[in-house]
């Protein structure tokens, strides 16, 4: 898949009842032959947020837009348009929507998760 | 490291003549842990455009701002806010701003990619 396509056409996944207000895109992964690293795009809508879970794999973040939080262990920070974070694994995370407006981010995780989700 | 950064707090460095008007910023590799993969985001005046060349690994991209072309082995696409473009290893391409602003866009790329600078 070389061909450029706008994020949006991809479809939008829930989470369930643990990511009130939440929709993942799965942008790139196996399906375009990624073999290493998948990038997924998270919108979560204000007053919603993430699971606050953990997982043997890192998130490499890039914040598009909207106005956040990100718990990282014991941490909380502010997160906005241009913000990078890098969530080592096995670390305790979850981000928040504390605007007004979606908050929009990039996640990439490695493509090994896929070995992880078929335990 | 896992405060957030805006990513202008990383350093801009540039590519040389083969990429005129190009600026890269290393926001997330070895040294904020990353051991699978390397975020970078690379920035292109108008009229600017990166090397047109190959190597074995892959670019993971998505367009934060600005309008472009890219292409990858004999095609040529637009790309605009919001696209994402896989690149896949040893396909030759190049990204080239066609706009009137500065264009923006994150490259990932495998931590593989040490290995290779490295030989």
Avoid: S
């Amino acid at each position: 898949m070389t061909k450029p396509q706008h994020y949006t056409a991809h479809e939008a996944e829930t989470f369930g009842d643990e990511a009130p207000g939440v929709t993942i895109r799965w942008v790139i992964d196996e399906k375009h032959g990624a073999e290493n690293y998948a990038m997924r795009i998270i919108e979560v809508e204000p007053a919603g947020h993430t699971p606050h879970h953990t997982h043997w794999f890192e998130h490499e973040n890039f914040i598009i837009e909207g106005q956040g939080e990100v718990t990282v262990g014991d941490e909380v920070h502010p997160i906005g348009q241009g913000d990078v974070v890098f969530v080592p694994g096995g670390v305790k995370h979850q981000y928040r929507n504390i605007g007004d407006t979606p908050l929009k981010f990039i996640c990439g995780i490695p493509m090994d998760w896929i070995k992880d989700a078929r335990k």
